[in-house]
């Protein structure tokens, strides 16, 4: 491949389109220069839309970071010190979530989820009414196991069972690829980052807020964070989406500018919300077939349990990542290793989100395919 | 100005050269990949250049974020709960400094400045003499007053009086501009940003850390923070300097790629740091006598606190600041306005850091000095 761009199907940072590349280019602009002014604010009303949120109320929050940051916005703003948390796991970014709300003083419980399967219906409920939790946080897909819980009937059986529990969501790999409905299921708080199926550069942390977790953030007795403080960013978070100039820290002023073009990509294309998450369904069905027609097993236990922005598969028998991975990097395709404490060295993984998940044109899937299959040819496997 | 571009010299984000907006352009990378890892790796050896750091044991780190989140990296990682700290105050941000420290339970006493001076050495050197601090902050340029403070020479005495103490410098609009020279000064922690004299888009947490500093966070007995934690970075930041793979939460990639091209046109190319410096300083004269010789007053109260990235100037008696920078911006020019609690309608602030100051063939701050002086004229004022 030398000379030539590898193609990048990892599960995030993810390949951006070209009007996104070109947003990310532009010269830097004041950060309350009403050129910024208006990008900002067309961002903050568009992702009332990728939310699905009805209620005015709600707040979207953009701020220069990561993913991880809205863990320590959740556990500094949204958890009080010694309140009881909940935390569904399917995997290591969800452990990792616990271990941050345990930093900030939450008394944490981790229900897990079998290795490859989502954390059962009826253990849920049995943990929600034994303690009165404060906080549910649930990884709707865990990037590490490519598993994905259903958000929708966790967040009605917490509505059943403890209704004054906030619900949290980890949406970093799902945002985008996997229906949200932040107002009909009633959630709190979905954190994301701009660099999976958002499809911006990484260098944002994405979120959304119900009027119940900024009361919350506002009413916290003891601040714990400057950066993260919710009490800080949503004036201007707010004021930014009334069109003024607002300041705490500064903005990515062009990954911002990025966001904006890529939700106008998402959201104004003629293609709606729901048919981008359809053919993200359609592709990662396909391609899972095909990976599963040449005898790979997948981590995901069901189809239920399968996210749709990546797929991640066991090397088979007899074949080695060390020697699997970099023989299909050699020959283009940017893969990533496993990272599951239990399952480590034992699979792989495919994102498909974005542009190579929905332009078929490009026939990124496709090639990755053939070229997994390929290199399993090239190691002696045989199906 | 409409179809043009305006010209922006605010004190950051600050115009971008073209190699390094061409930079922050590039496709997405895997955060792990072989070509991700040579461009992080030479931006923190480069980093120890920029800083004039001849100690391997030093540490450079670079996060997605913001300036602010050094003040967070400090008061998390460096102060511990309860311990004394020192804040040398010159303006807004040594304030919001001095705020961010509390909110982690540092003991904070604040040694203001007049407005638009520094604090005097033998207040200084007194304050120290009364508690055993264990950090002492300078913020080296506070932007709300473009006042520089002398840290070769307070480090100097923080060495004589209470060597113990840890010298953190807010570099956020120095570093780039005003010589540091971390090892020589005997620094522990210089925080910075991309957005100012480092001459990249904003988006970038950028620091750099001693020894001494990297054990006081290791050792640290209680962690106060997830995102914002050295011991969760340094290993990830020596990882990449090393040349290998390493993930805690995602990078900016292009922004670090910018970061790179940057650091690449202010170090390699043929134009020695110092002289860099002494441009910087240069062009920051010239412009503020032109301003001085129509009869404007500026902030800072002599030429030895004076910064070199920056002007902070009253509006002449007669001029309200609500008529003038919208009267320069519609001429095409975007100015800031001032910030500091104590004169803030009474001032505003030019930035001339990287291209707009150092590329003369750009004519920017002429440019910048005509309209203001026109603008002037147009509002009746005649000096």
Redesign the interface.
């Known amino acids: 491949m030398s000379g030539e ?2 193609l ?1 199907l ?1 599960p ?5 389109s070209e009007r996104v ?2 947003a ?10 009403p ?1 910024f002014i208006a990008i900002f604010q067309k961002v903050l009303i568009d992702l009332r839309k990728l939310f699905k949120s009805d209620d005015p109320k709600d707040q979207a929050i953009v701020v ?6 809205g ?2 916005i959740t ?1 500094s703003n949204l958890v009080y010190p010694d309140e009881d948390v909940l935390v569904l796991s399917t995997g290591f970014f969800s452990d990792s979530f616990a ?2 709300l345990k ?2 003083g939450g008394k944490v419980d981790v229900l897990s989820a079998e290795p490859g399967d989502v954390v059962p219906f009826d253990k849920i409920e049995q943990q929600l009414s034994k303690k009165s939790y404060k906080v549910i946080t649930i990884t709707h897909v865990d990037t590490s196991t490519a598993v994905v819980s259903d958000v929708g009937k966790i967040s009605q059986l917490v509505k059943k069972v403890s209704p004054e529990t906030l619900i949290v969501v980890d949406g970093v790999c799902s945002v985008g690829v996997e229906d949200i409905q932040f107002s009909n299921w009633g959630l709190d708080y979905v954190l994301s ?1 701009s ?1 999976k199926a958002i499809g911006v ?4 942390s994405i979120g959304f807020l119900s009027q119940r977790a900024i009361k919350k953030a506002e009413n916290r007795p003891v ?7 919710l009490k800080k960013w949503l004036p201007i978070m707010n004021n930014y989406e009334q069109g003024k100039p607002s ?9 911002v500018n990025a966001l904006k073009a890529s939700l106008e990509e998402i959201l104004d294309s003629g293609f709606s919300l729901d048919s981008r998450f359809a053919k993200h369904a359609e592709t990662s069905t396909k391609f899972k077939k095909n990976l599963t027609s040449i005898g790979l097993k997948l981590v995901p236990v069901n189809e239920q349990v399968s996210a749709n922005g990546l797929t991640a598969v066991y090397f088979p028998p007899g074949v080695k990542g060390g020697d699997l991975l970099p023989l299909i990097y050699k020959k283009g395709v ?1 893969l ?1 290793g496993g ?1 599951h404490k239990d399952l480590k060295d034992k699979y792989f993984r495919i994102g498909h989100m974005g542009v190579s998940a929905i332009d078929d044109s490009r026939g990124d899937l496709d090639k990755a395919f053939k070229i997994i299959k390929e290199s399993l040819t090239d190691l002696g496997y045989a199906p």
């Not at 990310?24 to 220069?33: E, F, K, N």
């Not at 220069?64 to 940051?69: D, I, Q, V």
């Open positions: 761009e590898n990048l990892i995030g940072p993810i390949i951006v590349r070109q990310q280019a532009i010269q830097s602009l004041a950060h309350t220069s050129e220069a970071g990561s993913g991880t940051l863990w320590d556990a271990e941050c930093v900030y980052a660099q550069p990484s260098g944002l601040q714990s964070t400057f950066f993260a403080s300041y705490f820290a500064t903005p990515a002023i062009q990954t940017v990533a990272i």
